[in-house]
């Protein structure tokens, strides 16, 4: 990227701690009820405890939501939006959506919201949010979504026609900042219906609750000091001043909760949270501060908006006093828009395609839109607060009572704000990918941040989500770590960043010991690991105990671990350039793996005393779980699910002009690939120089490689249009059953929605394309083709006649995922599926949304619609590759490849 670059000069000055131009960023979640963070019940249930209709009139504990919002990195103070348009019977102060059990397929936002754009350091955001001027259809969408089973699509806000006629305001969101701590935002409602339309803007200004739960907190202030200028004050945070234009009407209330309302605490007097909507709804003016003093403030506009016409107001926020807030407004929204526009254009300088443009940048927007202040203190939040009601004692015996040294108060990536307002540590290893083209600096962040000690487990464990710390996801963070360091070193043009390499790797080994020590049963290599992030894939729900004892030896996880081991000995490989140490370390890696290979094949005794039931299957060429009874029988659970082709993953090259610098290495192994020719022979090409002599460790040889392309490679099992299925279409027409203690339990082909209530119902494994293990896939292939070279040839699509190269499968795959989001020759996405209004209307056609997953025939999204986590790797694909190598001046005899 060109130094020259504003923006790149603001991630500069925020590296080196010149100017903290990410203090202020879009850190509000989407939805804080229904989290664990603010669950005090007994039994853990989440969403009854602190549901939607509680939302508005209570305060949270551990952190705020909002539409559009955003706050400090330690959100002190926050800023949204809110809106009336005078029918509905609820400020819109939050977005709405079902909770997961309201939801026919689990939890589900019931909005209209796009991240359209948005700058690394905040200095430029933009979002769009669709506000129907017909009252907005809460009952209809709950008791419509309740009638329907699973087997039924779920019912959305467009599908209630409230859109049909276009009377809906687009209300576009701007931010930009005229420095790290003064924010200018611009809010612009278009009425696109065919008549004026009533509407009330209500940017609001408010403090996190900190002084509810302990005795003698401090307590900030918001209070009015002129004309549409609000001064907040906050014993940490300083002063800040909101100046809104036009001297609109400013309320005042407290962050606090309405006791009366929710619990019927008649005692309680004052001028709650809820206070905006009963002003507003209620016409209750005494439920707002006639002093205009409080912790909640808004600045309310009214506003007729013409038809086809527009409204617009302007707010600033700064730490600094200003005579003239608005002199300059103008010029520096076109500015910090322009600057956008430039950084995007030199990054996507390359991509001669404007749609693939378009929606790489909106990939990124809402990626970077998924920034979250996430605090949760797991002692503290047992306990409870010394202000508040003692929490039922049953809570210490509960969710999370093994996780007592985390305390996590950071602003992390989500999956989504909305469906998923909590890290998942799987999500966020994949999210760091597309964050590391844009701002490597904070995906090393976040990648070294969930190896710190308040989120590491002290023995080793990584955190899963907040529904249970201690669930177990793919060792994917390594994999994250080397990519992302391979991405940095190329974008900085030198040795990369060793540092980061070395400080994640040490708590890598920490997680791979416990991994070794806790999730391989027997000792033999072979790992369980539970559901792993596939959720409803297997025949078992995998996250629970067998019964009688029996447990599954995971194709998955095993084939994870041994990627994990490649991973590590590659990171250990590059840190042994710098310091022979590592030499051995990597081969400790190298020798793990081998093992794990061994054993992937023979399930059974050490010695070959009896014959072992191996993960592979030489009949159905495929890789299946094992399940182990407790009489000491061993079944295979012929799914052909994702299950089989992870083993894929775990593939690295090495360069003979690595080996040579590393000798000890190179001795250990060859003693080793001699000593233990049977290894050597059974995983990889060692013996057998690629292009260049490059060296192959994969689980698959050319022949058990070639056997799982020509089924993942079959249109009529894995291939889709839109990629690669997590289970073959051949499960649609051949269920698998499997009888359990008298049940018969049965695996089919579902492509779209889940048809079971399986980890909550609202995710499916069994159909559907899903972009990391689709990324995965192709990162593999480029890694074989890297091997093999042109020679190696698969028929692609099996049954085609039409050979490629594994390169070029690579990019047929990439070709297939991308196609998702790009129009076709008809001008359509696939991800909008049949949906006329979202593919023909053009103020909805090119406003993109990032689904969980997809449908695994025609391509439309599914699951949560804002996962611009991991579906951001969207963006990745569509960069285009550089050619060039770079060499490392430490060791100029090794020219660093170009990342795979």
């Not at 309405?258 to 007097?269: K, M, P, Q, V």
């Amino acid at each position: 990227m060109a130094a020259a670059n504003p923006e790149n000069q603001r991630l500069d000055e925020d590296r080196l701690g010149q100017q903290a131009w990410k203090h202020w960023g879009p850190y509000l979640s989407d939805r804080q009820w229904g989290t664990v963070r603010e669950d005090y019940s007994a039994a853990g249930n989440a969403w009854d405890y602190f549901p939607h209709d509680h939302a508005r009139s209570r305060a949270y504990r551990w952190g705020e939501d909002g539409i559009a919002g955003i706050s400090d990195e330690d959100q002190h103070l926050c800023l949204s939006l809110a809106l009336w348009n005078g029918r509905d019977p609820i400020l819109k102060e939050r977005y709405f959506g079902l909770s997961n059990n309201e939801g026919n397929h689990g939890e589900d936002v019931k909005e209209l919201y796009y991240d359209l754009d948005a700058t690394p350091t905040h200095s430029w955001l933009r979002m769009l949010y669709k506000y129907p001027r017909r009252e907005f259809p809460y009952a209809r969408l709950i008791q419509e979504n309740a009638r329907r089973d699973r087997l039924r699509p779920e019912f959305e806000l467009l599908d209630t026609g409230i859109f049909d006629d276009d009377r809906y305001f687009d209300v576009f969101v701007e931010y930009a900042k005229a420095g790290p701590d003064d924010l200018l935002m611009q809010v612009t409602a278009h009425n696109r219906g065919p008549d004026d339309g009533p509407l009330h803007l209500l940017p609001q200004l408010w403090f996190r609750n900190t002084w509810a739960w302990k005795p003698d907190a401090a307590r900030p202030i918001l209070h009015v000091i002129g004309d549409g200028v609000i001064e907040a004050r906050h014993p940490e945070l300083g002063t800040y001043w909101l100046h809104a234009e036009e001297e609109p009407a400013l309320l005042f209330c407290d962050n606090d909760t309405n006791s009366a309302r929710l619990y019927g605490d008649a005692a309680t007097h004052g001028y709650f949270k809820d206070a905006f909507h009963e002003f507003l709804i209620h016409g209750n003016r005494n439920a707002v501060n006639p002093h205009q003093t409080g912790t909640k403030a808004a600045a309310h506009y009214t506003f007729v908006v013409p038809a086809r016409g527009s409204a617009t107001i302007r707010l600033r926020l700064t730490n600094q006093q200003t005579n003239a807030p608005f002199a300059d407004f103008a010029a520096v929204m076109q500015r910090r828009q322009h600057e956008a526009d430039q950084f995007y254009g030199d990054l996507q300088s390359m991509q001669p395609d404007a749609e693939a443009r378009l929606v790489q940048r909106q990939a990124f927007a809402g990626l970077i839109w998924s920034k979250q202040f996430y605090h949760y203190d797991v002692p503290e939040w047992l306990k409870g607060d010394p202000a508040q009601p003692v929490p039922p004692k049953a809570r210490k015996r509960g969710r999370n009572r093994d996780w007592l040294h985390l305390n996590n108060a950071n602003v992390v990536s989500m999956p989504d704000k909305w469906e998923y307002p909590w890290y998942a540590a799987w999500d966020l290893a994949f999210h760091t990918l597309p964050f590391a083209l844009i701002d490597a600096e904070f995906a090393k962040h976040q990648l070294s941040l969930f190896t710190r000690e308040w989120y590491m487990h002290p023995n080793g464990q990584l955190p899963a989500y907040e529904w249970n710390f201690s669930d177990v996801n793919p060792p994917v963070h390594a994999w994250a770590v080397w990519r992302v360091f391979q991405i940095d070193r190329r974008n900085r043009g030198d040795c990369g960043d060793l540092a980061f390499l070395e400080r994640v790797f040490h708590k890598l080994m920490l997680n791979f010991t416990w991994w070794v020590n806790r999730k391989d049963a027997q000792g033999r290599n072979i790992f369980q690991g539970g559901f792993l992030g596939l959720d409803n894939i297997g025949v078992f729900d995998r996250s629970s105990r067998l019964p009688g004892g029996a447990f599954i030896n995971q194709s998955d996880a095993t084939a994870w671990m041994a990627m994990f081991c490649l991973n590590l000995m590659r990171i250990a490989l590059e840190l042994a350039l710098h310091n022979h140490v590592y030499e051995d370390i990597a081969t400790k890696f190298f020798e793990h793996f081998l093992y794990i290979a061994e054993a992937m094949t023979n399930i059974g005794d050490e010695l070959g005393e009896e014959c072992g039931i191996g993960m592979w299957d030489e009949k159905d060429e495929f890789f299946y779980d094992v399940l182990n009874t407790s009489d000491g029988q061993k079944m295979p659970l012929k799914v052909k699910s994702m299950v089989g082709l992870i083993p894929l993953f775990a593939v690295e090259t090495l360069e003979p002009e690595m080996l040579k610098v590393l000798p000890d290495f190179n001795r250990r192994l060859s003693w080793y690939l001699n000593y233990r020719p049977d290894l050597a022979r059974l995983v990889s090409q060692w013996h057998a120089p690629g292009i260049g002599d490059r060296r192959l460790l994969s689980l698959l040889r050319g022949h058990r490689m070639k056997c799982l392309l020509r089924r993942m490679l079959n249109e009529t099992e894995f291939l889709s249009d839109y990629g690669v299925r997590a289970m073959s279409k051949q499960h649609e027409r051949e269920p698998y059953y499997f009888d359990c203690q008298g049940n018969r339990l049965e695996v089919s082909y579902v492509p779209g929605e889940s048809d079971s209530g399986m980890f909550g119902g609202n995710s499916n494994w069994r159909g559907p394309i899903w972009f990391p293990v689709n990324f995965l896939l192709i990162e593999s292939l480029q890694k074989f083709h890297y091997y093999y070279g042109d020679e190696f040839l698969v028929e692609c699509p099996t049954g085609s006649g039409n050979m490629l190269t594994i390169r070029q499968i690579a990019d047929e795959l990439t070709r297939r995922l991308t196609r998702l989001f790009l129009r076709d020759e008809h001008g359509r996405r696939p991800i909008f599926g049949d949906c006329a209004k979202m593919q023909n209307d053009p103020h909805f056609r090119d406003y993109l949304l990032f689904y969980e997953y997809f449908h695994g025939d025609n391509g439309r999204g599914v699951g949560a619609a804002h996962q611009t986590g991991w579906t951001a790797l969207i963006a990745k694909l569509l960069q285009p590759r550089r050619p060039d190598r770079i060499v490392c001046a430490a060791q100029p005899e090794l020219a660093v490849a170009p990342p795979h």
